[in-house]
């Protein structure tokens, strides 16, 4: 997990939900690079050629509301966002992202779209580079950070499973 | 101080005391995927060690968003499934033809049962808080680790209480209810929480309505819906359910977080206008014509759903300008909708019967709305672009007032006109 990170914001309102992320049509594929396409598609379509790697969203309340659709945070992902910093995240969306090691923030942020950010992850910061302001964020709990920090919940399963088999070995 | 049921059920299954805001790691009793959230549940299960077997008598597998197959793509989806069950012998795998809906079937087929721990990687999980499960969704790489090691890391939620006394007027239901909440506490109202119902409108209603209560927790941004469970579960229950089981009930001094009462006498039928769930206005005050009328989902396509649609339209036919499609939730429903003669009647009503599936609700296929066109549904969501075309539009409702509608032409208060 890197422990700067630096982007242009990209900005969203309250209740961004999975359909709006990633619609329906487009679910038959689990390719990141190939849903980064299709997202945003109906609301936003110029997103796929605005977004540059790197980027970060910067949402409003209750963000990835909705289906419990993987393909919505993978489709993030793909595109090259590096995080993701709302007021409140949707909890599937927030399982989904912890899970898959998409970084996730809950901050009130202030920012205008383009606004270059520096967020201090162990430091729990977030700097506005154009407003010289920095918000505070609580990190997340600790057995959180160690599935991100893994590299997702299926590395901290083959640890359990190394862990089973060894003993099973004995 | 006592415990809620969340808290009990999460306790248990964990094998420690739990408390509302502990991150615990609990044993689950159940995981299911359907067609679109299996493939990637598959694909990292296969990137475990080639040794790993999953635990087959866990884990249900049922196709439902997009069957029969909508394209080639959705057909290797399917096809993916298919060859999972088949190389590890998972006998829960309802193929096409002898499943349906994956969150009605899972109840049908007896895997729900009170006090059970089940995940599934559909947001509709919740529904099975009806039957005094604690029930969740959640996504597709943490159902293929509890595949693999039978257990999922939980929050620990606090629980609202909401209780709900009084006599609900004719063609008002559990759909109505669930739509009065959310319209009150908004589609974050109930964040990460349980919502817990009470009162004796919610003892009174039938378990179909019960499910359409738990099954839009999630609208509220719940984590479960749950209702405590009684006769009516445990009569449905017998001679269905999959093992044993033993109810669990909140204590009386257990903490709820918010407690929240309504009058059942001030909940009408509802409609829920675009784009949130939480946009309700009475029936009565939606005045908007429609183009198609759709019945189903895991929200209301059972029997009771269809029968209350039947008793509306039967010896009348739909307005000419509207379509409406009417699709049971599983084979179970579709055979028993036959005998009772409810078919024929959607039929002579110039109706669209469908086999079991998702279909449009999700706008995956089977009825989806152009530039323009209106859908009054009985389905969970209305986000943009939800059932079609981002300028459509969906009103989600009771089934009395989508038949009601179809008939008019335009969203009705049932009540105004039959």
């Known amino acids: 997990m890197e422990e700067i990170l630096e982007g242009r914001a990209i900005k969203f309102g309250d209740n961004v939900d999975t359909d709006q992320i990633i619609p329906a049509e487009f679910l038959v594929t689990g390719d990141p690079k190939e849903l980064a396409k299709n997202a945003f598609i109906k609301v936003r379509p110029e997103f796929k050629n605005i977004v540059r790697d790197g980027d970060i969203i910067v949402a409003g309340r209750n963000f990835g509301c909705g289906s419990s659709r993987e393909h919505a945070p993978r489709a993030l992902m793909g595109a090259g966002i590096s995080c993701v910093i709302a007021k409140s995240f949707a909890r599937i969306f927030f399982r989904n992202s912890i899970n898959l090691g998409l970084t996730l923030i809950e901050c009130d942020v202030r920012a205008n779209e383009g606004d270059e950010l520096i967020v201090d992850l162990k430091g729990g910061t977030i700097k506005n580079k154009r407003s010289s302001e920095v918000f505070e964020f609580k990190p997340l709990p600790a057995f959180l950070i160690k599935i991100v920090e893994k590299g997702g919940l299926m590395e901290y399963v083959k640890e359990v499973l190394n862990e089973k088999n060894s003993h099973n070995a004995r | ?418």
């Open chain 2, 1 to 418: 101080m006592g415990k809620t049921i969340s808290e009990k059920i999460i306790g248990n299954k964990a094998g420690v005391n739990a408390e509302a805001g502990q991150i615990v790691e609990a044993n689950v009793d159940y995981v299911m995927v359907n067609d679109v959230t299996g493939l990637p549940a598959f694909e990292q299960f296969e990137k475990l060690p080639k040794s790993t077997k999953p635990l087959r008598e866990k884990i249900v597998l049922i196709p439902d968003h997009y069957v029969p197959n909508k394209d080639v793509a959705s057909a290797e989806q399917a096809k993916r499934m298919r060859d999972f069950a088949k190389k590890y012998e998972i006998e829960n795998y309802f193929e096409v033809g002898r499943g349906g809906v994956c969150h009605q079937l899972m109840i049908e087929k007896g895997f729900v049962a009170p006090g059970r721990l089940i995940v599934g990687a559909d947001s509709h999980t919740c529904s099975y808080g009806a039957l005094g499960a604690f029930s969740t969704g959640i996504g597709s790489t943490e159902a293929a680790a509890v595949m693999a090691i039978g257990k999922l890391w939980l929050k620990v939620p606090d629980s609202i209480k909401i209780t709900v006394n009084g006599k609900l007027d004719n063609y008002v239901y559990g759909k109505d209810i669930i739509l009065h909440v959310i319209g009150d506490i908004g589609v974050e109202g109930a964040l990460y929480q349980t919502m817990e119902y009470y009162g004796n409108t919610i003892e009174n209603l039938t378990l179909s309505d019960r499910i359409s209560i738990s099954n839009m927790a999630i609208e509220a941004g719940g984590k479960a819906g749950i209702i405590p469970p009684d006769d009516k579960v445990f009569e449905y229950l017998q001679n269905r359910v999959r093992g044993s089981y033993n109810p669990v009930y909140s204590d009386n001094d257990a903490y709820y977080i918010e407690e929240l009462e309504y009058d059942a006498v001030d909940i009408p039928p509802t409609v829920a206008k675009p784009f949130l769930p939480s946009n309700t206005a009475p029936a009565s005050e939606v005045d908007v014509k429609i183009d198609q009328a759709y019945l189903g989902s895991c929200t209301n396509g059972r029997i009771e759903d269809l029968r209350i649609a039947a008793e509306i339209l039967k010896g009348r036919k739909i307005n000419s300008e509207v379509r409406m499609l009417v699709v049971p939730a599983t084979k179970e429903i579709f055979n028993q909708a036959l005998k009772e003669g409810l078919i024929d009647i959607f039929e002579k009503a110039d109706c669209f019967v469908s086999g079991p599936t998702c279909g449009a609700c999700l706008g995956g296929y089977m009825g989806i709305l152009a530039d323009g066109e209106k859908c009054v549904a009985t389905t969970n969501r209305n986000f943009i672009g939800r059932m079609g075309h981002k300028n459509s539009e969906v009103y989600l409702a009771n089934p009395a007032v989508v038949a009601a509608s179809a008939l008019e032409g335009r969203i009705v208060d049932p009540r105004e006109v039959l």
